[in-house]
């Protein structure tokens, strides 16, 4: 690996690998496929670049960030390295360029959009393509968050290349860990199983709070004005609430420029440049902006509104705070956000299980809202991770809240969970625990269970409360697909008796009436 740390510093001027690039640099120079899990920030792009100048032949990087490639592809030509990017926006100049380096085998890095691979498979056929990188690797996945149809032809161009005996090893990069996920990048992407590294997700640096919704604008604007001079993203649901909230915080004085696809592309332009180069500018913008923007010193993400999952969420906060110094972050949510949440998965086209998948997605990050310990744990052990100690970075750390014994309330809803054979959503559990007499109950003949009725001392509203904290504490889990709530390892401690679980008291009912179902 003398030769990987002599590029790191010729080609990119670092010192050292960060956690985990040096892992899977080394497995992938020794051939292996490879499938790197690692959070926003933890420096993917390098694990696939660095080995791609190690080895003869053409890398080929599928990404969906075209703002993106033409960085990466600018740093790397300026740093000596053969590299190019062909996109909707490469001009027949450039791309004529390209092929000659390609025919002449010079070209040692060619990123592509997906959307390109169908029109280039004669060219890379004949491109001697030694590895696919793919980046944003989640894309291909159905259920997923992000799905790119055209990330389906991946396979079909590995396929393509092998049939002609190529050896076209295959490399994936994620941010997105949930294990369904996985599975599917691992089964569509790969035709061997991959060696895979799941990197550690802890982003130890950035300080997670979240806020009930009360005055928005108010609770931002204490929130930017406590730092002062710093650059900062204000994230909003809506174009209208980016200008909103931009103006709103220069009339304090700040700095702030709105950003969200309705501006002319100029003005973009503009405003990310002044962002990216200027210190102190405050965006406020709607998801659009963020993808593909390296700056590595944002020192703070607010969301005026609720993101729309758990994924959406890290990835966005996961923007301050890459250079590793401390980033602070603050998520507001309200009764209204998650309505509309909801609103937009049921309005949308897509399928019934897409759907149920994203209500679940939705589920997690608000039981993280609603969490009764350190988020941290909570958002790591949705990434997986299950062996942190409480971090002392986020609110909840900081001002503890009051709790009770909830053990014997926990107990009930996992009896409940288990005895119908962890295949049911959470409204029907609730009936058993409240010993409501609906139709399905008693098609099911689940009033004859033990655990009939004996949660009638909660409504429904609390039910739900108490359930979504025993999923963030990770007692439960939810299948993705059907929506069915299972008991977890830890689950099975507390049922047995042999581990205890401290419970938030269930909200006044004034704060949860609209909350939708939950
Ligand atoms: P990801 O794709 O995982 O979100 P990037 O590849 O964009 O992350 O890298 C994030 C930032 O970290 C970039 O600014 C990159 O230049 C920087 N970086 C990556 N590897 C190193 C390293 N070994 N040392 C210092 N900085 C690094
Ligand atoms: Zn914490």
Known sequence: MDDAHTLLKQVWGFDRFRPGQEEIVAAIVEGRDVLAIMPTGAGKSLCYQLPALMRPGLTVVVSPLIALMRDQVAALQANGVAAGALTSNTDPHEAEAIYQMIDAGTLKLLFMAPERLS???????????????????HCVSQWGHDFRPDYLRIGELRDALRAEGAEVQITAFTATADEETRGEIASKLFSDAPQVFLGGFDRPNLFLAFEPKAQA?????????????????????????TEQFAEHLQKKGIEALAYHAGLDAETRQVRQDRFT???????????????GIDKPDVRFVVHADLPKSMEAYYQ?????????????TLTLYGVDDIKLRRLQIDDSDAPDARRRADHQRLNALLSLAEAPRCRRQVLLAFFGEREHEPCGNCDLCKSPVETFDGTEDAQKALSAMVRTGERFGLEHIISILRGEDTERVRTLRHDQLPTYGVGAHYDKHQWRDLCRQLYALGLTSVDAQYGSWLVTEAGWAVLKAEAQVALRHPPAKQARRARGSG
């Open 316 to 328: 966005e906060v996961g923007r301050a705070g890459r250079d590793g110094l401390p980033a602070d």
């Open 217 to 241: 604008k108010t609770q931002v604007t204490d929130f930017v004005l406590r730092h002062e001079g710093e650059a900062g993203i204000v994230y909003c649901s809506s174009r209208a609430k």
């Open 277 to 291: 180069r200027e210190d102190g500018i405050v965006i406020c913008a709607t998801v659009a902006f963020g993808m």
């Open 119 to 137: 029109v280039a498979g004669g060219l890379l056929r004949r491109a001697g393509i030694s590895m696919l990188a793919i980046d944003e690797a």
